[in-house]
């Protein structure tokens, strides 16, 4: 048997896309400097004219899903961070835009299996977003942790021969029906990839 486990230090081939929402990008924005830095410190060029970060802006929150899911499918990231910020004070949609973001970015995840990291703050209020975001703290760093470890993590794993990750990867994409816009059965992962590249 054996353990698998990602790690922080095998990251130079590593591709992220970061999806950001702009809504509220005053703490948006400020994520994304917590991801660069953490990213950076970690051996990855955060910078969008190099080879290991692409950074894909949508309106708001609401909108992460789909490019996540979509950047997921390209077959062309490790791992997607999405940033965004729904601050409850703002609107009585608050719980609507939360539900669906993280309805949405959990069924990315698991639809393409491909890690897609959960970095949208919900909070009452305005200073509670900021102070997660580089007041007190910055979540931005966290996330890109979290990144890290899972890209590192489904490396090792589809790497490994003993893993039955064709197997596991299979059960998560039909259970999941994906996708249904196709009208075909999909029943694995070569035959996304190669619906998705039917799109580029
Ligand atoms: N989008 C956010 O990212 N954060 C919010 O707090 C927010 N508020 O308050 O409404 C928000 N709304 C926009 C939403 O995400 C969509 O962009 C919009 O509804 C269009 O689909």
Not at 12 to 34: C, P, Q
Not at 128 to 152: C, F, H, P, T
Request: charged share 20%; proline share 4%; glycine share 8%.
């Amino acid at each position: 048997m054996a353990v698998f486990e990602g790690n922080f230090t095998l990251t130079n081939n590593l591709k992220f896309a970061i999806v950001i929402a702009r809504f509220n990008d005053l703490v948006t924005g400020k994520l994304i400097e917590g991801c660069q830095d953490c990213l950076k410190r970690h051996g990855v060029d955060p910078n969008p004219q190099g080879t290991q970060v692409d950074y894909i802006w949508v309106p708001g929150s609401f909108e992460v899903p789909l490019m996540a899911r979509q950047a997921a499918l390209s077959n062309r990231y490790d791992a997607v961070i999405c940033l965004g910020a729904v601050i409850r004070g703002q609107t009585p949609h608050f719980d609507y835009v939360a539900a669906e973001v993280s309805k949405g970015i959990a069924a990315a995840s698991f639809q393409t299996g491909v890690p897609v990291v959960f970095g949208i703050l919900t909070t009452d209020t305005m200073q509670q977003a900021l102070e997660r975001a580089g007041i007190k703290s910055n979540l931005g760093w966290n996330y890109a942790m979290n990144a890290l470890e899972m890209a590192s993590l489904m490396r090792q794993f589809k790497g490994n021969s003993s893993a039955a990750y064709g197997v596991f990867d299979e059960n998560v994409v039909t259970t999941q029906a994906l996708p249904a816009e196709s009208g075909r059965k999909i029943t694995g992962r070569s035959e996304i990839e190669h619906q998705d590249s039917a799109h580029d």
